[in-house]
């Protein structure tokens, strides 16, 4: 059985920075072994083995998009490069020239959206369900058939960091510890409104 999963991830370095025509975009969207709360699938912890995309991502001819919030009518960028390191899954994405590419742009040089989130299927055979020593939920996956990365406001690690943003000949450099401050409020916003 194959099932629908979108996740938000990162222990995240996100960077626009220049390449072909000018625009590009940095960041590790998965952080191995580090569990994040989710609602989807199952309430619980969520977290990737190392590993857990190379099979998806060295199929020949796949394009991988960045889509805005998910949302598949909104592609920004492509994935044009990606590196399983020690510390998660880093990806390079080509910004597109449209609307949504344009916004991605604006949203990360605006600090708005910082997060990103990655969106597949899982895959049964490779993913355990287990009860930690405090009876949470763990779901462990050592692989996910990768459709897309989402470019989001609100990823499910806290630490998940913008670092820098870069176009053209310019740099905004990004506070970590402000940014953190900000997500901490955001985040107990949308659980007092609950």
């Given at each position: 059985?194959?099932?629908?999963?979108?996740?938000?991830?990162?222990?995240?370095?996100?960077?626009?920075?220049?390449?072909?025509?000018?625009?590009?975009?940095?960041?590790?969207?998965?952080?191995?072994?580090?569990?994040?709360?989710?609602?989807?699938?199952?309430?619980?912890?969520?977290?990737?083995?190392?590993?857990a995309f190379d099979r998806s991502l060295?199929?020949?001819?796949?394009?991988?998009?960045?889509?805005?919030?998910?949302?598949?009518?909104?592609?920004?960028?492509?994935?044009?490069?990606?590196?399983?390191?020690?510390?998660?899954?880093?990806?390079?994405?080509?910004?597109?020239?449209?609307?949504?590419?344009?916004?991605?742009?604006?949203?990360?040089?605006?600090?708005?959206?910082?997060?990103?989130?990655?969106?597949?299927?899982?895959?049964?055979?490779?993913?355990?369900?287990?009860?930690?020593?405090?009876?949470?939920?763990?779901?462990?996956?050592?692989?996910?058939?990768?459709?897309?990365?989402?470019?989001?406001?609100?990823?499910?690690?806290?630490?998940?960091?913008?670092?820098?943003?870069?176009?053209?000949?310019?740099?905004?450099?990004?506070?970590?510890?402000?940014?953190?401050?900000?997500?901490?409020?955001?985040?107990?916003?949308?659980?007092?409104?609950?």
């Amino acid at each position: 059985m194959i099932c629908d999963l979108e996740i938000t991830f990162p222990g995240m370095l996100l960077r626009v920075a220049d390449g072909d025509d000018g625009h590009t975009i940095e960041g590790m969207f998965v952080p191995w072994d580090k569990p994040a709360q989710v609602l989807r699938p199952i309430p619980g912890f969520e977290m990737f083995k190392r590993g857990a995309f190379d099979r998806s991502l060295s199929e020949p001819k796949r394009q991988i998009p960045l889509l805005l919030r998910h949302d598949e009518s909104e592609p920004a960028a492509v994935l044009r490069s990606h590196d399983n390191r020690d510390d998660g899954h880093h990806a390079v994405f080509k910004v597109l020239g449209t609307r949504a590419g344009n916004d991605a742009m604006e949203l990360v040089r605006e600090g708005l959206y910082l997060g990103l989130s990655v969106g597949g299927w899982s895959v049964p055979a490779r993913t355990v369900t287990r009860k930690d020593t405090q009876g949470r939920t763990i779901i462990e996956r050592s692989e996910l058939r990768l459709d897309h990365i989402g470019l989001v406001r609100v990823p499910a690690f806290e630490d998940a960091l913008v670092l820098a943003l870069r176009e053209a000949d310019e740099a905004v450099m990004f506070d970590p510890a402000v940014a953190a401050q900000a997500r901490r409020r955001i985040r107990q916003r949308l659980r007092e409104a609950c």
